[in-house]
């Protein structure tokens, strides 16, 4: 076995392979070894994710089904399933915490683990990847990939070159000429319109953005400038951040591509209630009020913008923040149809104990308890507002942010 020192720092990345089309194909055998889409149910959907069989055809996230259809005709469409996804996360992640308490479940699929401390106990890193791997395999059936590294930005990195089914470790000494050659935007948090103004200056990769000059790269960049830098060099002192851990959440909210664009008020008012409503819930769960509403609206053409409005004091209630965002709506003048609609809210405060200065805050208080408690128990809006009834749900898809845990879950 290696020697490692506790200053050594390692780092595990946990990426599963094709999660959502891996589940779908574990759990029906006529799926499998087939090209298959996982879709919304709505007919504005998009791609979520897709079968390595069907990716190795061209089909990517993002595209709309007609033109996933275009490019490969044979390809299954399977409407995504979000619970059945997030019971394997859970499950994933009871796993995961067997091999160390610093975990940081950075989103559904994905996973970082500090293992430092534990490779006394569990053997050399990749013995405790292999040891993840095989534990994730024998319990859900699904294939994950493990990279390795000294810090996140690398094991993020080892992972993602190694798929599916992968493992590998860059050692510290093996940064360099790793990177070397490496595309900028293959480092993680470097995204399209960050690679276009590196290339714009004639960086294309992460020798270069290297080697550039740091006064440049602030003048593109400001302070993040000196980081893209060091993340060239492989360098990101960033924390596996284990839940409880993480920054103190700035803002709530959620959004949703509409099934066919809307214009008329009325049908704006009744997505802004069930928004509204998730928005709450999401803030009662964490002991959040919030004296900021912000409606974002998003034209058929893509032109985005929001209104927000401050409150009076601060609420957690979902008639309230409704009411206030319904208020925004009044005011905007809707130029064109709109395609997606938002809710947020801000200025998020950590409620100290109840008092309530009025009875009606109180009844308030003990209406959305039960309520919450019912939807908690029987999933979705079990108990919602009559105008919803007849409401269809809106097409949810699960964010790159999803947790299990905290404001950031469903």
Not at 171 to 192: C, M
Request: charged share 25%.
């Amino acid at each position: 076995m290696g020697i490692y020192t506790m200053t050594e720092r390692v780092v595990l990345h946990m990426d599963m392979d094709a999660f959502f089309a891996s589940v779908e194909q574990r759990d029906n055998p006529e799926l499998k070894d087939k090209p298959i889409a996982v879709i919304g149910s709505n007919e504005r959907t998009v791609v979520v994710t897709s079968s390595y069989e069907a990716r190795g055809l061209g089909v990517k996230t993002g595209m709309n089904k007609f033109e996933a259809k275009r490019i490969c005709p044979h390809l299954i469409f399977v409407q995504a399933n979000h619970e059945k996804y997030t019971r394997a996360c859970q499950k994933i992640v009871k796993i995961l915490y067997t091999f160390s308490p610093d975990l940081e479940v950075y989103s559904i699929d994905e996973s970082f683990l500090d293992i430092t401390g534990v490779i006394h106990l569990f053997g050399e890193p990749l013995t405790i990847g292999r040891k993840i791997k095989d534990a994730i395999k024998e319990n859900l059936q699904l294939s994950c990939s493990v990279g390795i590294a000294p810090n996140k930005l690398l094991a993020k990195l080892a992972s993602s070159h190694h798929k599916p089914d992968g493992l590998f470790q860059i050692k510290e000494n093996e940064a360099q000429a790793l990177l070397k050659d490496l595309a900028v935007e293959e480092l993680w948090g470097i995204g399209r319109r960050t690679k276009e103004v590196l290339n714009s200056i004639g960086i294309f990769t992460c020798a270069q953005l290297a080697g550039a000059d740091t006064l440049l790269l602030k003048a593109r960049f400001g302070t993040w400038g000196e980081s893209l830098k060091n993340m060239a060099r492989g360098k990101d002192d960033s924390s596996v951040m284990p839940y409880g851990y993480e920054p103190k959440a700035r803002s709530i909210g959620h959004s949703m591509t509409l099934p066919y664009d809307i214009r008329n008020q009325e049908e704006v008012l009744k997505y802004i209630l069930e928004l509204s409503d998730l928005v709450a819930r999401r803030m009662r769960r964490e002991n959040f009020s919030c004296n900021t509403v912000a409606v974002i609206f998003r034209y058929n053409d893509f032109q985005t913008f929001s209104h927000q409005k401050k409150l009076a004091y601060a609420t957690d209630d979902t008639r309230r923040i409704y009411l206030h965002a319904a208020a925004i709506v009044k005011k905007t003048f809707l130029t064109k149809p709109i395609r997606l609609l938002g809710v947020s809210v801000s200025g998020l405060i950590k409620a100290q104990g109840e008092s309530f200065l009025f009875e009606e805050d109180r009844r308030l208080t003990n209406l959305n308890k039960a309520l919450d408690l019912v939807n908690e128990r029987f999933g979705g809006a079990a108990v919602t507002f009559a105008s919803l009834v007849n409401h269809k749900e809106y097409d949810k898809v699960i964010s790159p942010s999803w947790r299990p845990s905290g404001t950031k879950k469903y």
